[in-house]
């Protein structure tokens, strides 16, 4: 399937999204999720830096197998991060706060299961115009 090909696409979209909303957003997620600021600020500032590291796969014609091994592993160690975030933050943390935690882990560990499954699919790029 075309989509599952283009899943390091959807990956880096989502983490350069999700990046630049947090950081800008972050004092007014900070009062509204009752979590740190400067958390925020660190969450916002790794889902860059991943959704960078994915995006350099992406843009990729061939693509190294040790690469996506290490894109499903950061994924899946993040997903791990978030939900050790939240049970840190179970008492403190607004239910958004903690929606947004959650629900990162639960997308991050599911693009991460997605792409272990899609590895040797997303070692090549799908062609951009169908040959003849």
Known sequence: M???RR??????TAAAL?????LAL????????????????FTGAVNLLY????????????????????LVVANLSWAVVCVGLAIAYW?????FGLVHLIGE?????????LEWRQRYQLLTAVPTHPTL
Request: aromatic share 8%; proline share 3%.
């Open 2 to 4: 075309n989509l599952l």
């Open 7 to 12: 899943l390091l696409w959807v990956d880096c």
């Open 18 to 22: 999700a990046g630049v909303t947090v």
């Open 26 to 41: 972050s004092g007014w997620l900070s009062r509204l999720h009752a979590l740190p600021q400067d958390l925020l600020v």
């Open 51 to 70: 959704g960078s590291y994915s995006f350099s796969l992406a843009v990729r014609s061939e693509r190294p197998l040790l690469g996506i091994k290490l």
């Open 91 to 95: 008492q403190q943390a607004t239910v």
């Open 105 to 113: 882990a639960i997308f991050v560990g599911g693009l991460g299961l």
